[in-house]
């Protein structure tokens, strides 16, 4: 299957009861494998998590952190750029050059990269002059 298709799969498993809007992601580690995460909302709305973020939890949990490639897919008019927290921590584990589709239901696609979502990134290296303990 590929990614998109992979994305799109398991959108369907999304819990959103309160947006309804369903999305799904699917990230492939350098290891090859792919990682698949939907959104999951919560009554107490600021505790839902985003699909990217699933996918993220899912690669880590299987013992890879890094990905190369990522897919996200929702039901939309015009393919959904991620959050701005999920660029960051899509950020954590791809370089910027890893291509990013963002992709409709319907068939509408946009291909990006992490660098492009991510101009600017706080990383390690801004870290780097901290005085030691
Ligand atoms: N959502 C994602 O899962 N990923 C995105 O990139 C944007 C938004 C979810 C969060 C929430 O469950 C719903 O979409 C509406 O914001």
New binding site residues.
């Given amino acids: 299957m590929t990614l998109i298709d992979e994305a799109r799969k398991v959108r369907e498993l999304a819990y959103?009861p309160?947006?309804r809007?369903k999305?799904g992601?699917a990230v492939r580690g350098r290891n090859g494998v792919v990682y698949v995460g939907c959104?999951v909302?919560n009554v107490a709305y600021p505790e839902?998590t985003?699909?990217?973020a699933g996918a993220i939890a899912a690669m880590v949990a299987g013992g890879e952190t890094e990905l190369v490639e990522v897919c996200?897919i929702?039901e939309s008019g015009k393919p959904?750029?991620?959050?701005g927290g999920?660029r960051q921590k899509l950020a954590e584990f791809g370089d910027a050059n890893v291509p990013v589709l963002l992709a409709t239901t319907g068939g509408q696609t946009l291909a990006t990269t992490i660098g492009d979502l991510l101009p600017g990134r706080f990383d390690a290296t801004h870290m780097a002059d901290v005085a030691p303990q």
């Fill in positions: 959103a309160y947006s809007f999305v992601a959104n909302e839902g985003c699909a990217e996200v929702a959904i750029p991620p959050c999920c």
